[in-house]
């Protein structure tokens, strides 16, 4: 079965630079969920988007920003990159926002130099 | 707001043998939806089992089985027949039936680390 596609797998950055995350929901599922995980953390909610429009928002930063597109696919814009936002970026995706389950993607690991 | 525990940072098992890993959570609602997901050292999010909160029965899935004790608000996943496989980090998760109201996120313990031994 097809699953949440992200890219790229790994990103590399310097501090101050802008970086572009993307994500592909399972075919037909229509909400995508942002998570960050940082170090032995839990993943902590970002954004989450239902029909192209935002359904929910979590502690995200002023400097990120997020948009799902008419194909349902995701991207997670990040400018002005600090040490502090090196972590494993999660997309998940679900058929409806009151969908019970969501599907996660193998994650983006951003790493800020 | 809603918040999930996780009081065991670190739990071990022999193989083959039984573990129990322990959750609770705080929530003023009655209709919501519980999770464990496992998380291995490649870091993939995997789903292990799922619970509705309206549901009395407790959820299995193979080895893997929870009692949930809505009262108490207490959602414990146990690991029958415990494989070199199960060690992974462990979270318990929570999302609320009301997405309109509450949003639709995953709300995450801090996990626990599963060892299995040999």
């Known amino acids: 079965a097809a699953g949440v596609i992200q890219s790229p797998r790994h990103l590399i950055k310097e501090k101050r630079e802008t970086a572009t995350l993307k994500c592909y929901p399972i075919p037909r599922h229509d909400t995508v969920y942002w998570y960050q995980q940082g170090p032995g953390q839990d993943p902590q909610f970002l954004i989450s988007?239902?029909?192209?429009?935002?359904?929910d928002k979590g502690s995200i930063p002023d400097r990120f920003s997020a948009q799902q597109f008419s194909d349902y696919h995701s991207e997670l814009n990040m400018s002005s990159l600090e040490l502090g936002d090196s972590a494993l970026y999660f997309c998940a995706s679900s058929l409806g926002d009151r969908a019970k389950t969501q599907y996660f993607g193998p994650g983006t690991r951003l790493l800020v130099l | 707001a809603q918040t999930v525990t996780q009081s065991q940072p670190e739990m071990s098992v022999q193989e083959a043998e039984t573990v129990t890993l322990s959750c609770t959570y705080d929530t003023s609602e009655s209709d919501y939806y519980l999770f464990w997901y496992k998380q291995p050292p490649s870091r993939q999010m995997i789903l292990v089992i799922r619970?509705?909160?309206?549901?009395?029965q407790n959820a299995t899935e193979n080895r893997f089985s929870v009692n949930f004790q809505k009262a108490a608000k207490s959602f414990s996943l146990k690991i029958s027949d415990s494989q070199l496989g199960d060690a992974a980090m462990y979270f318990c998760a929570y999302r609320t039936e009301l997405p309109m109201e509450y949003g639709n996120k995953l709300v995450f313990g801090a996990g626990t680390i599963l060892r299995v031994k040999s």
């Open positions: 619970q509705e909160a309206y549901k009395q």
């Open positions: 988007f239902y029909e192209k429009m935002q359904s």
